[in-house]
């Protein structure tokens, strides 16, 4: 069975105090893995898709990275607009059913 | 471009009753998804769409179905709802052939009593 796991489930940072999200699968191959970003109240917004360990992909204060096990979102110098809950989705091999982790849900203090 | 448009934005159902959601896709997106977000199980996927026809189910019950019209707007209904299906659902749509970079809607709150 596919498995997303997403950790911390919850993470308070500081202003400009960098940190990184975790995002752990396990999956019979890997056609995409996927972060989107969720504020409350809303549906979830594409952030990256990420394709091949290896693969890099950066936007303005995010970068996410691959590992054939798992994916990082770091988040540099964060600022309070950066509040939201980060979902990581994969697609499976063979699939197009996406399986989304719980979330991490990232609180940044001013 | 407008967005992914989803209504009504809220819905209150009675148990047993039936509902059906509407969502308009991103002009020239031809696949539409659907999803049911809870605190409970996170955002778990229902069923896609893809030129009017169903390409990929999630494991949920047959009370739970869709349709696709040409125009690429779809709905989905709920039948015989339960407490249990009281949730955020969200539509979103994308380009096509593959389930890639994906826009959502704003979601439906479904409260069932």
């Known amino acids: 069975e596919d498995q997303v796991t997403q950790s911390p489930e919850a993470l308070r940072l500081q202003e400009g105090e960098s940190s990184s999200l975790n995002c752990s699968y396990t999956v019979s191959g890997l056609r995409g893995l996927f972060w989107y970003r969720q504020d409350p109240g809303k549906g979830p917004e594409f952030l990256f898709t990420l394709y091949s360990a290896g693969e890099e992909k950066e936007k303005e204060r995010l970068k996410a990275t691959l590992t054939k096990k798992e994916s990082f979102l770091h988040i540099t110098a964060p600022k309070p607009e950066d509040s939201a809950t980060y979902l990581c989705?994969?697609?499976?091999?063979?699939?197009?059913?996406?399986?989304f982790g719980r979330g991490t849900s990232l609180i940044v203090h001013p | 471009k407008a967005g992914v448009t989803q209504t009504p934005r809220y819905l209150i159902k009675t148990r047993g009753q039936q509902v059906t959601l509407s969502c308009s896709p991103i002009s020239g997106h031809r696949s539409v998804s659907w999803y049911q977000q809870t605190p409970g199980q996170g955002l778990q996927f229902l069923f896609e769409y893809f030129s009017e026809t169903q390409r990929n189910k999630g494991n949920f019950p047959g009370r739970f179905s869709g349709r696709q019209f040409s125009n690429s707007r779809s709905e989905m209904n709920v039948s015989t709802l339960e407490l249990g299906d009281s949730a955020l659902y969200l539509c979103a749509s994308s380009l096509g052939a593959e389930n890639t970079e994906a826009f959502f809607g704003q979601g439906t709150r479904l409260t069932v009593v």
């Open positions: 989705a994969v697609h499976p091999g063979g699939s197009y059913i996406p399986t």
